[in-house]
């Protein structure tokens, strides 16, 4: 029997450093190319990729997000769903029968719908462009490590003080586990981001933001 050898061969990303804690191999099989079919994709990671990519069109159009509707939602999820060759059979196999309620309760679309709402004036706002054009200021910023081998693209930095820099990571769910501590792969994530943020800026403080739809 043949097996598969595994190795890394690209940069490490920040996004997958929880597959790491909990099977070094499970992130090999997410990060690097190979033969093997990678694995499906929950629905409701597919969902996060939906607000995401609408919350990032909506504010480089400066439009407003409360014309978004719960049928858009469910039609942009129909879309993706059976577009992303990802989403496994049994996610295709409940679609087929149950449609989006059978993947995601109505609730979850508004709850999901409502969070972006609250992000465009508490989070957005303070987005804009910083005095130092030099600093790693914006929003879907790529950063690099050279002294860790590792890059992935920050959902947004700002200067909130002249001295200091707030990285934030937006997450569709919960942030933090049954104790009120941030999750280890919601950490590991935004600590990798903190750290390629520094080595960018060494002289500035670095603030680390986890926003959830139900907790920050």
């Known amino acids: 029997m043949n097996e598969m050898a595994l190795s890394r061969t690209r940069p490490v990303l920040p996004s997958l450093l929880g597959y790491f804690a909990v099977c070094p191999a499970k992130y090999l099989l997410e990060s690097e190319a190979h033969s093997y079919a990678r694995l499906p994709l929950h629905p409701g990671v597919i969902l996060g990729q939906i607000i995401h990519q609408r919350v990032n069109s909506v504010i480089r159009r400066e439009a407003a997000f409360g014309n978004y509707t ?7 999820f129909s879309i993706e769903l059976t577009a992303n060759r990802r989403a496994g059979p049994v996610a295709n196999w409940i679609y087929d029968r149950h449609g989006v309620a059978g993947l995601v309760s109505r609730q979850i679309l508004v709850t ?70 941030p999750k280890e ?5 935004i600590a990798a981001y903190g750290i390629m943020v520094k080595e960018q800026a060494p002289d500035m403080n670095i603030g680390l933001v986890l926003t959830g739809s139900r907790d920050s």
Do not use: C, W
Request: overall charge neutral; proline content about 5%.
């Open 70 to 76: 719960l049928r858009q939602l469910e039609n942009d």
């Open 112 to 181: 999901q719908i409502r969070y972006v709402r609250s992000l465009m004036p508490a989070v957005f706002v303070k987005g804009g462009p910083a005095h130092e054009k030099t600093l790693p200021v914006g929003r879907e910023v790529m950063l690099t490590s050279n002294d860790f081998d590792m890059h992935g693209r920050a959902d947004l930095i700002y200067q909130g003080r002249p001295d200091r820099l707030n990285v934030v990571d937006l997450k569709t769910g919960k942030v933090t586990d049954e104790q009120n501590q």
């Open 185 to 189: 792969a919601n950490l590991l994530q």
